[in-house]
């Protein structure tokens, strides 16, 4: 009897224990104790933070179906006092969304619902998106903004930036993305020496530091057979023949003292123009100047002097598409600047290849190594078609899943955005099968790329959410203007309404903005109003006539009749204006006078002479409205301010 | 009495592998080392990595908040000019100002400034705050919140208080 109550005793002190567990567990959950903790550290603080109701607590995103859970232990995502405090509960970053409205996993990824650490990091068997590190969060941005800029991502912005630049695209399918120009190897048998293609072909940035072809890893012997192939491409497009050089320049191998002296006076006369041609505005030399187009320093090493002379003559013959002036030089100056150029700009150091015989198959070779690689997926040559894309497609790129991709033997991390940057920086490192040629990435570079690579993903969003580009600007000038626009390739500098690059100033407000006058002088001797800027605008030598024809279409186009304004001056609003300048806005800290004052915006000399007063009241009174990338801080200007400060400005004549 | 013992035994069994089974939540160890544990485990795959100097392994080139991101590229594009890259005071504009521009690695001044000192001297200028008319206003160029952004920047240029 007395056994038997033991051992009811026993059984009841574990049934009551039994029976404790589970609220014991309850008591003991992860969640619950960030939650204490969390009301422990608000009461340390100096100020006064509502402390936390004990609960899960989540946000139900409707529009996006979605329920996240993170604000259950991510308690001070909203409490500036918490900004210095460790995770979990430091202060969310200040984004333009609101994390109440889109909840967390559209952007950080894991797993929402879960409510221990290791289940929402998504580190778990059979959950496919862990959460993304914090260095490629903006990659989720690409989920609904698809435009070019993101302003508020900026690495995605480069990403996308570096894609188009690195023409990706010829190999990779990839939607919305332009094709870049590339030279085309038509006549490139005629146009450069075997030396220079097997040393470019072996190691491009060797010739050209920031040239977009990227290094194909080429050994000898491929090097050799691929130039032998190209060099017998001897024949342009549009049968175009190369001129037939002037006599000044023929050299003889007989010494002749006139001829020595004239050639003398010819290199000077091509030295001038050569600078005032201002070619570095656009190309380098030895790694100074602008970087739009070839490096120069050693040009005469590698292209011939027939291919040159005809080129500079006119470069739309030889080179379809390409984005260079075609100057207007007379024959001497034309023969002129090559001369300089032959003499001056010489790779002294280049060795000449020792005679080889050519590999008796090399043109089936050579054809076969073309093919491999892909390169008319650049460039064009002899009508080839352009193959097709032959590397993956990466237009879901972002959603691969791990099974699908072979890491090889490499021990990096198995996670996607590894494996992309890793491709990237090395990307034959995974099979030695794998044909993508090395673009010699930089670690910034690279993760730009990653980050706009993965945020291709597969993801339904809701059409709502998403932003497209604009289309693209389909501004096409005709006549007269337009056929000098082509031939001057003011597109590659300048932009006219939203076409073209902004190396130089946007010119769709050009008529509005500047006196005709000083637009045609311009032309004649253009000048920087920027002393810092090293591209500047080059010396065309357009003729009279052209310039009227530019002037008359500008003030016809390029004209906005809402910002004519007359004001009425007088010697008060000039003193207030003056003082204005000086004393209550400091403009000489950017602007020059009579070389006083800093260098940050163009030299305001003369600039009564050079601007509308309309123009510059309005441009006063919102620069960012007509050049939004402009850094020329908008003052909030009453109309009596700008008033004053024009008219004191339209003085300066 | 064999019986007994058996039921008993059983009963002990049921009663430990309850208890086991709840003592293996997770709040046997304390939370934050499961962090630690994350971390660690993120560095040392860099580390295996790199000793098969094969592949390149995942690196985190930027060790910056998003705000102060955002900031530095901010200001970059406006600042920099005048206040150098590096907040140094030294921009290639600050030849030509004088009074010269703020030297941002100051710690002792730059801390002895309040944020809501700086923004306010970013949003009105210096003209707004008794300072030289030299620094502009940008106050109708940026919105509050991109100041925030760059004072955040202009925060780590300088040493922080210990």
């Known amino acids: 009897m007395n056994k038997l109550r033991i051992y009811f005793a026993a059984s009841s002190v574990v049934f009551l224990v039994v029976l404790a567990i589970s609220p014991l567990k309850d008591f003991f959950r992860e969640w619950k104790w960030y939650q204490y903790k969390y009301n422990d550290i608000i009461k340390e603080l100096p100020q006064r933070v509502k402390p936390a109701d004990i609960g899960i607590k989540q946000i139900w995103v409707r529009k996006l179906d979605n329920i996240d859970r993170c604000v259950t232990c991510h308690l001070g995502l909203k409490e500036k006092a918490l900004r210095e405090a460790k995770e979990p509960f430091r202060t969310h970053p200040h984004i333009y969304h609101d994390f109440e409205e889109f909840g967390c996993t559209v952007c950080h990824e894991g797993q929402g619902s879960a409510t221990t650490y290791k289940e929402s990091v998504g580190m778990v068997k059979y959950w496919d998106k862990p959460i993304f590190p914090k260095e490629y969060m903006e990659a989720s941005c690409a989920k609904c903004h698809k435009q070019k800029q993101v302003p508020q991502a900026p690495v995605l912005t480069l990403g996308r930036k570096l894609i188009e630049e690195s023409n990706c695209i010829s190999c990779h399918k990839l939607e919305g993305y332009r094709k870049q120009w590339v030279p085309s190897l038509d006549g490139i048998g005629a146009k450069v020496n075997r030396t220079w293609l097997v040393k470019w072909l072996k190691n491009p940035k060797d010739y050209f530091s920031k040239t977009r072809m990227p290094n194909f890893l080429l050994t000898d012997e491929e090097a050799n057979i691929l130039s032998d192939f190209l060099m017998t491409f001897k024949s342009f497009s549009n049968d175009v023949v190369l001129e037939p050089l002037p006599k000044l320049l023929s050299t003889s191998s007989v010494y002749d003292p006139v001829g020595e002296s004239e050639r003398a006076k010819l290199i000077e006369l091509g030295s001038t123009r050569f600078r005032e041609a201002r070619c570095i505005s656009c190309h380098l030399i030895n790694g100074k100047g602008g970087y739009v187009a070839t490096e120069l320093a050693k040009v005469a090493s590698k292209v011939g002097a027939q291919w040159l002379y005809t080129y500079i003559k006119n470069p739309k013959r030889l080179q379809p598409g390409v984005e260079m002036p075609r100057y207007r030089f007379n024959e001497s100056e034309l023969a002129g600047v090559v001369a300089y150029m032959q003499s001056e700009l010489v790779d002294y150091e280049m060795e000449e290849l020792p005679q080889h015989s050519p590999d008796p198959a090399y043109y089936e070779k050579g054809l076969a190594l073309f093919k491999k690689y892909n390169c008319s997926g650049c460039h064009a040559i002899g009508g080839m078609k352009k193959a097709e894309e032959m590397g993956p497609e990466l237009t879901f790129v972002g959603s691969k899943m791990l099974y699908e991709i072979d890491f090889g033997k490499s021990n990096i991390e198995q996670t996607l955005p590894s494996y992309l940057f890793a491709k990237l920086k090395t990307p034959r490192a995974f099979s030695s099968a794998m044909k993508m040629p090395n673009y010699e990435f930089t670690d910034e570079e690279a993760q730009a790329i990653t980050v706009a690579l993965l945020g291709n993903t597969s993801e339904a969003i809701p059409e709502q959410f998403k932003i497209y580009p604009k289309p693209a600007s389909t501004f096409a000038p005709q006549g007269e203007f337009g056929k000098l626009v082509d031939d001057l390739a003011c597109f590659g500098c300048h932009t006219m309404f939203g076409r073209g690059r902004l190396v130089a100033t946007d010119l769709t407000l050009e008529a509005s903005q500047a006196q005709r006058n000083w637009i045609e002088g311009y032309f004649k001797i253009p000048y920087s109003l920027r002393p810092i800027l090293t591209e500047r605008m080059p010396n065309l030598f357009v003729s009279d006539s052209e310039i009227k024809v530019m002037g008359d279409y500008m003030e016809r186009v390029f004209i906005a009749d809402s910002l004519e304004r007359e004001i009425n001056v007088d010697e008060a609003k000039i003193a207030k204006g003056k003082f204005f300048y000086y004393g209550k806005f400091g403009c000489q800290a950017c602007h020059q006078i009579n070389l006083k004052g800093g260098y940050v915006g163009p030299a305001l000399d003369k600039v009564g002479a050079r601007l509308k007063q309309g123009w510059i009241f309005s441009w006063l009174k919102n620069p960012q409205a007509f050049k939004p990338e402009s850094i020329e801080p908008n003052n909030n200007l009453t109309d009596e301010e700008a008033e004053a400060l024009t008219a004191y400005l339209m003085t300066l004549k | ?162």
Request: hydrophobic share 35%; with cysteine.
């Open chain 2, 1 to 162: 009495m064999a019986s007994i013992s058996y039921r008993l035994r059983v009963l002990l069994a049921i009663c430990l592998s309850l208890l086991f089974f709840s003592c293996t939540g997770k709040h046997s160890d304390s939370p934050h080392q499961v962090y630690d544990l994350v971390e660690g485990a993120a560095k040392d795959s860099t580390k295996l990595a790199d000793s098969s100097g094969q592949v390149p392994p995942l690196q985190f080139v930027k060790s910056l908040t998003y705000e102060q991101r955002q900031g530095r590229d901010l200001y970059t594009k406006y600042c920099a000019i005048c206040h150098g890259k590096e907040g140094k005071g030294d921009g290639f504009n600050a030849f030509n100002l004088d009074p010269k521009p703020r030297n941002f690695t100051d710690a002792k001044y730059m801390n002895a400034l309040s944020d809501v000192r700086l923004v306010e001297t970013i949003n009105q200028g210096g003209r707004g705050v008794n300072r030289s008319s030299f620094m502009p206003s940008w106050g109708g160029r940026l919105n509050r919140q991109e100041i925030e952004y760059v004072v955040s920047f202009v925060r780590c240029l300088a040493k922080p208080e210990e």
